[in-house]
C-alpha cells in the first residue's frame, strides 16, 4: 500500500459550510435583537460602494436573506464545492468560488446603476453567485456528468450537468429580461461567466486539469507481480518520462495517483517539474486510447 499524500483535516469545503452559517446566526441575531444593522453595512448596495465600503463585494457572499436562501446555497456549495475542490486545490477552489461572488456582485450592481427602475432597489446578499460559479465550472469541465436532483425535494430527477448549466443560463437571462421577485438574476449570471472562464482557461494553460474526472475510479492493484526495474545514475535525474516503462494502469496507479492526491491537497502550482512530466505522459497516454 502506498503511503498518501497529508491531506487538511478541514476542507476548504467544509469551511465555507461553517462560515456560512456562523454568519447567518450572528447576522440573525444581530438584526432581530437590533444590536447592529448588520446588513445595512456588509450587503453589496451602489450606495454603499459610493461610500467608499469595497469590502461588501466580499462581505455581501456571506449574508442571507433567510433560512431557506441559507440551505439552498449550502447544499450546492456541498454537492458541487467538493468536486471543484478536488480539481483545483483548496486555495483554487476558494478563489473560484470568491471571485465569482465579486463578478456576479458587480454584474448585479452595474444592472441597477443602468435600470434604476427595474434593478436599483435594497442591497445584494448571499452566496449564490459564488455557487453558480461552482456549478458552471463542475458542468463545464464535466458536461455529460449524471446529476441527480430532487423535484419539490420529492421526484428524483436525473440530466447531465450541462442540461443544468442551460436551464440556469436560461432562468439567469430570462430574470433579467423580465424582472420579478427579489432574485439577483445578475449576480448569478456573472458567477457562471467566471467558473465557465476559469475552466476554460485552466484547460489550456494546467496539464492536471485535462486529467481529472469527477468520480475517479482507482485501477484494480495487482497481486505478487516483478516488473523489470531500471537502475538510475544517483548523479544524474531523468531529463523527461519515459511512457513505455509501466502499462498504462500500472502507470497511472504508481505515477498519477499520487500527484493528483498532491493537487487535491496542495493545489497544481505545488507540483514539481518532473510531475509535470509524468502528468503530460499520462494525458499522451489517454489519447491515443
Not at 450606495?47 to 462581505?59: A, D, K, M, P, V
Not at 436532483?149 to 450537468?161: D, H, K, R
Not at 492536471?208 to 505478487?224: D, G, H, S, T
Amino acid at each position: 500500500m502506498r503511503e498518501r499524500s497529508y491531506q487538511p483535516e478541514w476542507s476548504m469545503t467544509k469551511v465555507l459550510l461553517v462560515v456560512n452559517v456562523v454568519c447567518f446566526v450572528l447576522q440573525s441575531v444581530f438584526e432581530t435583537y437590533r444590536i447592529f444593522p448588520v446588513s445595512h453595512y456588509f450587503a453589496l448596495s451602489l450606495e454603499g460602494l459610493r461610500q467608499g465600503w469595497i469590502f461588501q463585494i466580499i462581505t455581501f457572499q456571506f449574508l442571507h436573506g433567510g433560512l431557506l436562501h441559507l440551505l439552498g446555497n449550502l447544499l450546492g456549495i456541498y454537492f458541487f464545492g467538493r468536486s471543484i475542490e478536488d480539481m483545483l486545490g483548496r486555495s483554487g477552489m476558494l478563489k473560484l468560488y470568491l471571485a465569482s461572488g465579486v463578478f456576479g456582485g458587480i454584474c448585479q450592481i452595474a444592472l441597477g446603476l443602468i435600470f434604476p427602475s427595474q434593478f436599483g432597489g435594497g442591497g445584494v446578499l448571499g452566496a449564490s453567485a459564488g455557487v453558480f460559479g461552482l456549478i458552471a465550472a463542475f458542468a463545464t469541465r464535466s458536461p455529460n456528468q449524471p446529476i441527480t436532483l430532487l423535484l419539490f425535494f420529492i421526484l428524483p430527477v436525473t440530466f447531465p450537468a450541462k442540461a443544468l448549466l442551460l436551464i440556469e443560463l436560461g432562468l439567469a437571462v430570462f430574470g433579467i429580461l423580465i424582472p420579478s421577485g427579489n432574485l439577483a438574476h445578475g449576480a448569478h449570471l456573472g458567477g457562471m461567466a467566471v467558473g465557465i472562464a476559469w475552466i476554460k482557461w485552466m484547460s489550456r494553460s494546467n496539464t492536471a486539469l485535462v486529467l481529472w474526472r469527477p468520480f475517479r475510479r482507482q485501477p484494480k492493484r495487482r497481486e505478487l507481480i516483478s516488473t523489470p526495474q531500471i537502475k538510475r545514475s544517483p548523479w544524474k535525474r531523468p531529463a523527461k518520462v519515459e511512457e513505455e516503462e509501466l502499462p498504462p494502469a500500472e502507470f497511472i496507479s504508481k505515477e498519477v495517483d499520487p500527484i493528483l492526491d498532491k493537487i487535491s491537497a496542495h493545489g497544481i502550482q505545488s507540483l514539481t517539474e518532473r510531475e509535470r512530466q509524468v502528468l503530460e505522459a499520462a494525458r499522451k497516454k489517454m489519447a491515443k486510447r
